[in-house]
Nanobody
Framework: QVELVESGGGSVQPGGSLRVSCGAS????????MEWYRQAPGKEREFVAG???????NYGESVKGRFTLSRDNAKNTVHLQMNSLKAEDTAVYYC??????????????WGQGTQVTVSS
């Protein structure tokens, strides 16, 4: 089965940088949409960044100018470069994608999440 796998989370001091990645396992035909969300303890899930094929990329208001989304199409992977990190960026980051698995099947998938912690 096709799965989304996140990686690259960790702990960093305020002002530092991290890069998280999300890849779709197995052979797929394409990715229509891939997005990052985050959720901190006691808070609702928040949109962070994402792209839609043939439309473009979007960023959440709180991360504009600091985070950058990029794609590696050959590896069916997206990277989220997070710079100038703040304590309020601390959360579990989840990848969500709408993937065409084969000619007659497309699915909305969620990754398991990766922890990002920003503290002194």
């Amino acid at each position: 089965q096709v799965e989304l796998v996140e990686s690259g989370g960790g702990s960093v001091q305020p002002g530092g940088s991290l890069r998280v990645s999300c890849g779709a396992s197995g052979s797929i035909l394409g990715i229509f949409r891939m997005e990052w969300y985050r959720q901190a303890p006691g808070k609702e899930r928040e949109f962070v960044a994402g792209f839609t094929e043939n439309v473009g990329t979007n960023y959440g208001e709180s991360v504009k100018g600091r985070f950058t989304l990029s794609r590696d199409n050959a590896k069916n992977t997206v990277h989220l470069q997070m710079n100038s990190l703040k304590a309020e960026d601390t959360a579990v980051y989840y990848c969500n994608a709408y993937v065409q698995i084969h000619r007659n099947l497309a699915r909305d998938l969620w990754g398991q999440g990766t922890q990002v912690t920003v503290s002194s």
